[in-house]
């Protein structure tokens, strides 16, 4: 079974800096999906970004990019710029290619932008 | 289109009470996605359907739980009865299919049960 772990419950950073978010994940399989979704307090789960996991460039969705090394299963998230707007949790998720597009969440990451 | 929607945003019942919530999801996707979020345990994903049949309902909790989709347009996730444990925020998602992995939530439906 496929796990997704976000080692970081919480963190602050100023406006305008940058931040990084890690994820890490475990799997057997060699393709895959992988994507960073927002849930600010409205809790709409909004997706960020997406990976898939047969492409080595890293994605990449304006000031959101990823760090993807697939072979240490990590899959970190880089928010440039930091906005108010991006206070919100971020949670990493897995899916598998195979059957259905079933989501394998991370815990997620609390991310507070101070003015 | 409007996008996956949920009914209702909020609910609060009495424990022993049955529970229904509504979803519709987004028009030609062929999947439909129940996931539930707690403190505890994150979010956990229920069960889902593929063009309407149960594919793996293997996170349900229990049998109080169930969940039907008697058309492409509408799905509904039932307690019954219900527990104070059952307080959770409850999603409905939706996904076009095999060759296109991004979910669409709902807002989700804040169930507490007293």
């Known amino acids: 079974a496929q796990t997704v772990t976000q080692s970081q419950p919480e963190m602050s950073v100023q406006e305008a800096e940058t931040v990084t978010l890690s994820c890490t994940y475990d799997?057997?399989?060699?393709?895959?999906?992988l994507f960073w979704y927002k849930q600010p307090p409205s809790r709409q789960m909004i997706l960020v970004i997406r990976?898939?996991?047969?492409?080595?460039q890293n994605a990449t969705e304006n000031r959101f990019s990823v760090n993807f090394q697939k072979a240490a299963k990590s899959f970190s998230l880089k928010i440039s710029d930091s906005q108010l707007g991006d206070t919100a949790m971020y949670f990493c998720?897995?899916?598998?290619?195979?059957?259905?597009?079933?989501?394998?969440f991370g815990q997620g990451t609390r991310l507070t932008i101070n003015p | 289109d409007a996008g996956v929607i949920q009914s209702p945003r909020h609910e609060v019942t009495e424990m022993g009470q049955e529970v229904t919530l509504r979803c519709k999801p987004i028009?030609?996707?062929?999947?439909l996605f129940w996931y539930r979020q707690t403190m505890m345990r994150g979010l956990e994903l229920l069960i889902y359907?593929?063009?309407?049949?149960?594919?793996?309902d293997s996170g349900m909790p229990e049998d109080r739980f169930s969940a039907k989709m008697p058309n492409a347009s509408f799905s509904t996730l039932k307690i019954q009865p219900s527990e104070p444990r059952d307080s959770a925020v409850y999603f409905c998602?939706?996904?076009?299919?095999?060759?296109?992995?991004?979910?669409?939530f709902g807002q989700g439906t804040r169930l507490t049960v007293v």
């Open positions: 998602a939706s996904s076009p299919g095999q060759l296109n992995t991004e979910a669409f």
């Open positions: 799997t057997s399989e060699s393709n895959y999906y």
């Open positions: 990976q898939e996991a047969y492409k080595q």
């Open positions: 998720a897995f899916s598998s290619l195979q059957g259905a597009q079933k989501l394998v």
């Open positions: 028009s030609g996707h062929d999947y």
């Open positions: 359907f593929n063009n309407n049949v149960p594919i793996d």
